[in-house]
Nanobody, 120 residues
């Protein structure tokens, strides 16, 4: 199994910045893609950003140019730098990892989520 623990959420004013972190632990062999998703009340969970083992990144248009995803493979950690935040960025942000463990199959894992609120 893989455990994902997010941190860094909170309340920020419009135009502000936050940095989310997600640390993975467990009997990990390889983490291929790591990513961030978000879910606002009444809406479906959506991709915010993801990054492959080779550092190829992917962003939807809604966050492109404002958010930056990065990873530290030595620490099994993924980061999300969020700048120029807008009220519509308010959501619970979830970390995701596509990983292989020592005894388990390749599968997706999810963190418990961290709340990001953008409000004045």
């Amino acid at each position: 199994q893989v455990q994902l623990v997010e941190s860094g959420g909170g309340l920020v004013q419009p135009g502000g910045s936050l940095r989310l972190s997600c640390a993975a632990s467990g009997n990990i062999v390889t983490i291929y893609t790591m990513g961030w998703y978000r879910q606002a009340p009444g809406k479906q969970r959506e991709l915010v950003a993801d990054i492959t083992l080779g550092d190829t990144t992917n962003y939807p248009d809604s966050v492109k140019g404002r958010f930056t995803i990065s990873r530290d493979n030595a620490k099994n950690t993924v980061y999300l730098q969020m700048n120029s935040l807008k009220p519509e960025d308010t959501a619970v942000y979830y970390c995701n990892a596509y990983a292989r463990t020592v005894l388990g199959p390749l599968k997706y894992y999810w963190g418990q989520g961290t709340q990001v609120t953008v409000s004045s």
